[in-house]
């Protein structure tokens, strides 16, 4: 691939990204993690609501609700549970340096 390529395709693909931001197209695909067990997830973390919570910058009504099985994590929440699931350390680090 050329550079000139290389750039012709980047600046349509940030034109299809403002477009599918603007709502005025959809994206040609999207990714939307399968549903994950926050219990699971804490437990495995050693870690009460209240301390999962704060870690990693929930509010306790929430984990609580998610684990109840009251409420469902929205998709990027899921995606950051997924994150914490394979890699705690990696997020307590990028969550420290902010």
């Given amino acids: 691939m050329t550079l000139a390529t290389f750039g012709r395709e ?3 693909s940030a034109r299809e990204a403002l477009a599918i931001a ?3 197209a ?3 695909r999207a990714f939307v993690p399968a549903d994950v067990n926050v219990r699971a997830i ?4 050693g870690l009460s609501q209240v301390a999962f919570a704060a870690r990693f910058g ?3 009504g929430a984990v609580r609700d998610w684990e109840q099985s009251r409420k469902t994590p929205d998709p990027s929440t899921r995606v950051l549970l997924k994150v914490i699931e394979r890699e705690p ?3 307590v680090r990028a ?4």
């Fill in 10 to 12: 980047l600046i349509e």
């Fill in 22 to 24: 603007k709502g005025e």
């Fill in 26 to 28: 959809k994206p040609a």
């Fill in 42 to 45: 804490r437990k495995r973390l």
């Fill in 58 to 60: 929930f509010s306790a």
């Fill in 89 to 91: 350390d990696a997020v």
């Fill in 95 to 98: 969550l420290s340096a902010a």
